[in-house]
């Protein structure tokens, strides 16, 4: 059974009008759930701040989207859109509210990913294989290693991996169904034949011990945790002899993913594929919203093997996108 995971609350002066704002945003299609974190925080900072009437004064505005210590950019430009949002709903509806700039040179997508080199890969893998058995966890040791392949063969999002359900999982005909995922487009992925045969020796290892619908389950049945996931990931690129920067620095879990996409590319442009047919392929498989978002691994590929992109640069120097681009 899945673990019930409690919606934030809103609360103070703001409340029922977040939670209208929220309403309005899911029913134009939005999915508003780290927003929803956000609002709530927003509330409560309002509530701090004593604020007494439903109105979002300048002096308001500023002070929550102000730095904090060891906060990233990344973090305040999502308070950023979060209050701009709420603020212009406000707006519409008759209240006063102040709607503050948009901020230059705050971009979501600041973050390099960390490209693993193929070596790389193998050695974080294998220090995935290499996970000891653990009584209060006694199936992780099976699992992580599978984990791991399904990410980079099939550069999943972790969210999506943890979500798998048994139904999910078609093994005979060699693929997952991920449902829900993060642009709320459901998709096929193909398994390799390695990472197959991965799933197949790990279904028939735990066959026994199913009662849960969670293919990854965690000890307690529910849905494994991505924390989990990090934080053994962190272990295995110390075991791999890969330095981590810190918090916020990488190489991040999800660098994984990008790993996967440059990887594929490569493979392709040493292969001397029309990458302008294959991108929309690629697009399609890894669930992005648009083509940009999967061109600029391009650039990713470029940045990596340069060498390589000379073969496509006379050809395909149109699909490289520009720094700014959409994320993933």
Request: charged fraction near 25%; proline fraction near 4%; hydrophobic fraction near 35%.
């Amino acid at each position: 059974m899945a673990r019930t995971r409690k919606a934030p609350q809103m609360t103070g002066i703001f409340a029922d009008l977040a939670n209208e704002f929220l309403d309005y945003k899911r029913n134009a299609g939005f999915k508003y759930e780290n927003e929803a974190k956000c609002l709530s925080r927003l509330c409560r900072f309002s509530t701090d701040q004593g604020i007494d009437r439903v109105e979002i004064t300048r002096t308001l505005a500023e002070a929550w989207a102000a730095p904090k210590e060891q906060e990233s950019d990344k973090t305040r430009a999502h308070k950023i859109t979060c209050i701009r949002q709420f603020a212009m709903f406000l707006d519409n509806l008759g209240y006063d509210a102040y709607i503050l700039p948009e901020q230059k040179g705050l971009h979501y997508d600041s973050f390099t990913p960390y490209i693993f080199t193929h070596e790389q890969i193998r050695d974080v893998i294998r220090a995935a294989d290499n996970t000891e058995a653990c009584e209060i966890a006694k199936n992780m040791h099976l699992e992580l290693p599978v984990v791991f392949r399904i990410l980079y063969g099939c550069g999943l999002r972790v969210s999506e991996v943890v979500h798998l359900q048994y139904k999910d999982v078609h093994l005979e005909d060699g693929y997952l169904m991920i449902r829900e995922a993060k642009t709320d487009r459901d998709r096929l992925i193909p398994l390799s034949d390695s990472v197959k045969k991965a799933c197949i020796q790990y279904a028939d290892k735990v066959w026994w011990d199913r009662d849960t619908d969670f293919f990854f389950p965690a000890p307690d049945k529910t849905m494994l945790s991505p924390m989990t996931i990090y934080q053994r990931y962190r272990r295995y690129l110390l075991a791999a002899g890969i330095s981590h920067g810190g918090k916020g620095q990488g190489p991040r879990l999800h660098d994984i993913r990008h790993t996967f996409a440059v990887h594929v590319l490569q493979k392709w442009i040493s292969e001397e594929a029309d990458l302008t047919a294959m991108i929309p392929i690629l697009s399609t498989y890894m669930g992005h919203k648009s083509i940009r978002s999967t061109a600029r691994y391009l650039r990713l590929t470029a940045e990596v093997y340069p060498d390589l992109m000379k073969k496509v640069e006379s050809t395909c120097a149109y699909v490289i996108p520009e720094v700014n681009s959409e994320g993933s």
